[in-house]
T-cell receptor, first 113, second 109 residues
Framework: DTAVSQTPKYLVTQMGNDKSIKCEQN?????MYWYKQDSKKFLKIMFS???????INETVPNRFSPKSPDKAHLNLHINSLELGDSAVYFC????????????FGSGTRLTVV | GQNIDQPTEMTATEGAIVQINCTYQ??????LFWYQQHAGEAPTFLSY??LDGLEEKGRFSSFLSRSKGYSYLLLKELQMKDSASYLC??????????WGAGTKLIIKP
């Protein structure tokens, strides 16, 4: 199936831990994104990579570090997790500019306890 | 700023028509996206408007007025499965995509 797949779907962890979320797309898109959707349902861009190069880096704590080994993968590593990091994190991909639409992964529901 | 404004919640009746409005800042604007998001699921792409006017895709249509900074999503022959949040997003220069908070659409029998 052609899709954006991200793992894990659910992640429950304690404050202070380090965790990673993985994302892969087989749609042939050249741009990938990480979004955070909080309890108020706002989708906020965190990072965007085009052909492995960082093109959008919003104001997020430097505890969040994206890594793109190739244009089909964009992983998100989070250090020293805090309660406020609890949210749903969506990976997405598109062609640059996104005019054909963004395709989202199914989301990772992160709960920090 | 590049605020995207849309109503928080709307209610409509099965079989009816509903229009969800969205306003956006015009500076640096490229085009306007609409996405559908069911509870607990990922957003799915509905439409992208660049030019003024109405674009129809089956029961869903999307309208854009670039001069007014205004768009709407029109849903016809509403079905219960259309109950979802509808997200308006503006595409801007530097590849920025600014999202509204979404309009929760409740369909009643």
């Amino acid at each position: 199936d052609t899709a954006v797949s991200q793992t894990p779907k659910y992640l429950v962890t304690q404050m202070g831990n380090d965790k990673s979320i993985k994302c892969e797309q087989n749609l042939g898109h050249d741009t990938m994104y990480w979004y955070k959707q909080d309890s108020k349902k706002f989708l906020k861009i965190m990072f965007s990579y085009n052909n492995k190069e960082l093109i959008i880096n919003e104001t997020v704590p430097n505890r969040f570090s994206p890594k793109s080994p190739d244009k089909a993968h964009l992983n998100l590593h989070i250090n020293s997790l805090e309660l406020g990091d609890s949210a749903v994190y969506f990976c997405a991909s598109s062609h640059l500019g996104g005019q054909d639409g963004y395709t989202f992964g199914s989301g990772t529901r992160l709960t920090v306890v | 700023g590049q605020n995207i404004d849309q109503p928080t919640e709307m209610t409509a009746t099965e079989g009816a028509i509903v229009q969800i409005n969205c306003t956006y800042q015009t500076s640096g604007f490229n085009g306007l996206f609409w996405y559908q998001q069911h509870a607990g699921e990922a957003p799915t792409f509905l439409s992208y408007n660049v030019l003024d006017g109405l674009e129809e895709k089956g029961r869903f249509s999307s309208f854009l007025s670039r001069s007014k900074g205004y768009s709407y999503l029109l849903l016809k022959e509403l079905q219960m499965k259309d109950s979802a949040s509808y997200l308006c997003a503006g595409g801007y220069s530097n590849y920025q995509l600014i999202w509204g908070a979404g309009t929760k659409l409740i369909i009643k029998p």
